[in-house]
Each structure stands twice: as C-alpha cells, then as structure tokens.
C-alpha cells in the first residue's frame, strides 16, 4: 500500500466511523429535550405552526386538509376532548394561529379576503394534478391580513388593513399587544427604485420588518428599520 493510499483509507475509515458515531451523538442529544413523543394531527396533507394556548388546554395550527383548497387552514384542538374546530373562512391562504390571552379569541393571518383567492387554489390544485413538483416556499402572499375571531371563527375583525404582507403574529402574556412581521414599507411597489423592485420580486422577505400594535388592531409601531 502506498502512502498516498494508506492515507486515502486513513479518511475512508474514518469517515465511516465519524458519520455514525456523529448520528448517535445528535440523538442522544436530542434525547435531553424531547421525549415521550407522541403525534398529535394525523388529518390533513400536512400541518405546522402549533401553539398551546395559556392554560395548555387546547392547541392552535394550521393544515391542509379542506376539500377544494390546498392552502393551510386555522384549527383549533381540544386536547381534553380530541374535537378539533376550523376558525378561518376556507378559503385562501392562512398562518400563523396565535390565542388571545384571558379571552374566547384568537388571530391569525389570512388572504381569505383577496378577489384571486378562489382563482389561485384552483391554479395550485391544476398544478398538483399535473405531477409537477417544485421546492415548498413561502410566497409572502401581499393579501394577507391579521385577523382576532373567536375560536368557534364567529366574531372575524381584521386587525391590520394594509398593503402588503402582515402575518406571524404573537400575542404578550398580558394580551394587550401583539407583535408580528409585515412587508407594508415596501408599498405602494411602484414607490420603489428599479433595483428595489427587482428585489421585491426575487425575495420579497428582504423587505420583512417587525411590527407592534395594541390587541385591537390601534397604535401600530415600528420596531425594526434595517435592510434585509
């Protein structure tokens, strides 16, 4: 065996037993903060954005799981009962769930209102049957809007009423604010420079700053102003 060999194996070897030993580490690892894993959403193509409400009794989330309409939906789970209730419209585009502290409420960001919500999940399903594939990104869709409704979805208000895309909302511990994301600086679009506005187009995010307004939708500041 020659030496440029003997190191050629040397890596080989190694490489083999760093690649396991490394897999066992991150699961021991993770051992320390998970466990007692158990599935909790098994309807739906798929699910995300979960968050307990205050007193842990129920769970809100989004899925994809309405006839007619491949965008996430807002649900709400009982953990107590396993009833699971939608909150949004159906129609459109949703994210985003979050409860209202010490209230029946609770918000979330939805495009249910746009004129082309119809029109885009009908394109979206077109694509899906035709069995073409692309990488999962998320669009920052500039229809949506915050929304407070109860969790039965009654009530609906819209809290925010801007152009652009306001979404990702939280609410404090003391439900007085919420803070949450919005792209409404970079409206109207034909205010931005021509490099702006290619920019817009490649990566709208770049534009995202962060937010805060009273419960109700009042007071709105701004909390961030930098690029990127």
Known sequence: MT???KVAFFLFVAFVLFVPAKAA????QESHFITNTRQLIFEGRRSGEGYFS????????????EEGNPFYQIYVLDLNTGDTTRVSPGTGKTTCGF????TDRVIFASTHADPQSEAKQKAELEFRASGKQRRYVWDYDDSF????AKQDGTDLANLTNSPGYDAEGAVSADGQQIVFCSLR??????NLSPEQ???????PSWFGDIYIMNADGSN?????DAPG
Not at 185 to 190: E, N, R, V
Not at 220 to 224: A, I, K
């Open 25 to 28: 580490d991150e699961a021991t």
């Open 145 to 148: 809007e915050i929304y407070s």
């Open 220 to 224: 709105t500041r701004r909390l961030t």
């Open 197 to 203: 506005r290619v920019r817009y187009e490649k990566d």
């Open 54 to 65: 205050p007193n842990g009794g129920k769970l809100i989330f989004q899925s994809e799981r």
């Open 185 to 190: 600086a970079a409206f109207p679009l034909d």
């Open 3 to 5: 030496p440029g060999t």
């Open 99 to 102: 409860f209202q502290p010490d």
